[in-house]
């Protein structure tokens, strides 16, 4: 068996890599192929899990569309897979990358196996554009590896066959059990947040840019001003999130703005956080493993097993409401309960049923 994992962002990488590893250590014939959508975070990951990608679009250039991705991930998915015979495309999550690499499997006649399935906020616009991607992903995969209960339900209530849907767990976990197990997390924190009380905080979602990320941030300088606790904060690398964020917090002596950070480091100030205030889906996902209470700043989510399970709440966007649900976050009481989304087998569940598929 030949198969084609494709990733292009941050995300991705963390999600996948851990799926890569276990195909090699299981003897399949696995090819990780990168579109480069986020040129930068991608470079940064690889060093992480030790590989390499085995073929490289390179489609980033600067203030580049979802369209422009999309039409170049497709015209050089097609150029590049041709010959190559793959018997499954494994994309994940909702990125424009694994949209565009689905559609282009697909039309070539090759089976994909969509990573993360079921996940819906239930608004087309919101996360946008990753719910229509990962809607149209779900529409063109032959099979549908969902990470949890909730999902494989959302999936058979919108027709898909008992047959099409794996219940797996979500690949982040494994991931995370890799880097838990390979890095010394209390070092690299150390080096960072010293051993000072701080909340972790990452935005950086395109229908956050503008007033809501704004409200947010005000939010968050008026709660440590209060509450004398500080804010560790990895500003991502996109122009306009910086504008924003060095303008309400550049300032702020309780915030520590620092560069983006890998995967490992950012691992390491999680488990080292008070509780964590994110935009981000993979961190939602995350931090029940260390049982660290989220503050969702979102106005949806697509994974309520986060706040159904007690780890989190969704918190909207508005000053108000997110200040009110920072000061719920230091006197919460965290289950005890495993993670929701994983226990660190997904990728070994998902590499077996190719192989009986294939059988």
């Given at each position: 068996?030949?198969?084609?994992?494709?990733?292009?962002?941050?995300p991705?990488?963390?999600?996948?890599a851990p799926l890569?590893?276990k195909?090699?250590?299981?003897?399949?014939?696995?090819q990780?192929?990168?579109?480069?959508q986020?040129?930068?975070?991608?470079?940064?990951?690889?060093g992480?899990f030790g590989?390499e990608?085995?073929?490289d679009?390179n489609?980033?250039?600067?203030?580049?569309t979802?369209n422009?991705?999309?039409?170049k991930v497709?015209?050089q998915?097609e150029?590049?897979?041709?010959?190559e015979?793959?018997?499954?495309v494994?994309?994940?999550g909702?990125?424009?990358?694994?949209?565009?690499?689905a559609?282009?499997?697909?039309?070539?006649?090759?089976?994909v196996g969509h990573?993360?399935?079921g996940?819906?906020s239930?608004n087309?616009y919101?996360p946008?554009?990753e719910?229509m991607?990962r809607?149209v992903?779900d529409q063109v995969?032959?099979?549908?590896?969902a990470?949890?209960?909730?999902?494989?339900?959302?999936?058979?209530?919108?027709?898909?066959t008992k047959?099409r849907?794996?219940?797996?767990g979500?690949t982040?976990?494994?991931?995370?059990y890799y880097?838990?197990t390979h890095?010394?997390?209390d070092?690299?924190?150390?080096s960072?947040?010293?051993?000072?009380d701080y909340?972790?905080?990452t935005l950086?979602?395109?229908e956050?840019?503008?007033?809501r990320?704004?409200?947010?941030?005000?939010?968050?300088?008026r709660?440590?001003?209060?509450e004398k606790?500080g804010?560790?904060?990895?500003?991502?690398?996109n122009?306009?999130v910086?504008d924003i964020?060095y303008?309400?917090?550049?300032?702020c002596?309780?915030?520590?703005l620092?560069e983006?950070?890998?995967y490992?480091?950012?691992?390491a100030?999680?488990?080292g956080?008070?509780?964590?205030a994110?935009?981000s889906?993979?961190?939602?996902?995350e931090a029940?493993?260390?049982r660290?209470?989220?503050?969702v700043?979102r106005?949806?989510?697509?994974r309520p097993?986060?706040?159904e399970h007690g780890?989190?709440v969704?918190a909207?966007?508005?000053?108000?409401?997110v200040?009110?649900?920072?000061?719920r976050?230091?006197?919460?009481?965290?289950?005890?309960?495993p993670?929701?989304?994983?226990?660190g087998?997904?990728?070994e569940?998902?590499?077996?049923?190719?192989?009986n598929?294939?059988?």
């Open positions: 068996m030949k198969i084609a994992i494709v990733f292009g962002t941050r991705e990488i963390i999600k996948l890569y590893l195909a090699k250590e299981m003897g399949v014939n696995a990780f192929i990168c579109t480069g986020h040129r930068e975070m991608v470079d940064m990951m690889k992480i590989i990608a085995d073929y679009m489609v980033m250039v600067q203030n580049q979802p422009m991705v999309a039409a497709i015209s998915f150029t590049y897979a041709k010959d015979a793959f018997d499954w494994l994309i994940q909702d990125t424009t990358t694994a949209m565009a690499a559609i282009a499997a697909f039309n070539m006649g090759l089976k990573v993360e399935a996940l819906r239930g087309l919101d946008f554009p719910e991607n809607r992903i995969s032959e099979l549908l590896f990470p949890t209960e909730k999902a494989v339900n959302q999936l058979l209530s919108e027709g898909f047959e849907i794996r219940l797996t979500n982040v976990i494994d991931a995370q880097v838990m890095f010394d997390l070092k690299i924190r150390r960072i947040a010293g051993d000072g909340f972790l905080v950086h979602r395109r956050n840019i503008g007033p990320m704004k409200n947010i941030l005000r939010a968050m300088r709660f440590v001003e209060r606790i804010i560790v904060f990895p500003v991502h690398k122009p306009k910086r964020v303008n309400e917090l550049g300032d002596r309780y915030s520590k620092i983006p950070v890998d490992v480091t950012l691992t100030l999680l488990q956080a008070r509780f964590v994110t935009d889906g993979g961190i939602q996902e029940p493993t260390f660290k209470f989220v503050v700043c106005e949806t989510t697509e097993e986060l706040i780890f989190g969704l909207g966007t508005t000053e108000e409401s200040f009110e649900n920072l000061s976050a230091l006197h919460v009481e965290i289950p005890n309960k993670n929701p989304f994983g226990d087998k997904a990728s569940r998902i590499l077996k049923n190719l192989l598929v294939g059988q």
